[in-house]
């Protein structure tokens, strides 16, 4: 799996993959933002289909996440971010919501 060892080649290969919209979240961490479309998603719209996770070789602080996302209207692309102590709070926060969701539904489904 070696084209999957730096986050440039991750995106590459999921942007061929056709995830190909940049999502940003925004400032107060209540939406996931469409850089493309200016879209804006809730949390409840949001699907992380997967996600990786890259360090830094000699400096934490080039530490990343990469989120591979779906929204509930098609949209797909990736939001990346800081990993660790230089993470993002808004993106951290949003996140969270996302995988609480995510939690409930499979909790809920399984019952």
């Given amino acids: 799996m070696d084209e999957m060892k730096t986050l440039a080649s991750c995106l590459n290969k999921i942007v061929k993959d056709g995830y190909t919209e940049n999502f940003t979240v925004t400032e107060d961490g209540s939406h996931l933002r469409s850089l493309e479309t200016e879209k804006l998603y809730k949390a409840d719209e949001v699907h992380i289909i997967n996600f990786f996770r890259f360090e830094g ?41 996302v995988e609480d969701i995510s939690k409930k539904h499979t909790v809920e489904a399984n019952h």
């Fill in 57 to 97: 070789a000699s400096d934490p602080s080039e530490s990343a996440i990469l989120y591979v996302i779906e929204t509930t209207d098609g949209a797909r692309g990736s939001l990346t971010d800081a990993y660790g102590m230089y993470a993002d709070a808004n993106i951290d926060k949003f996140i969270k919501e």
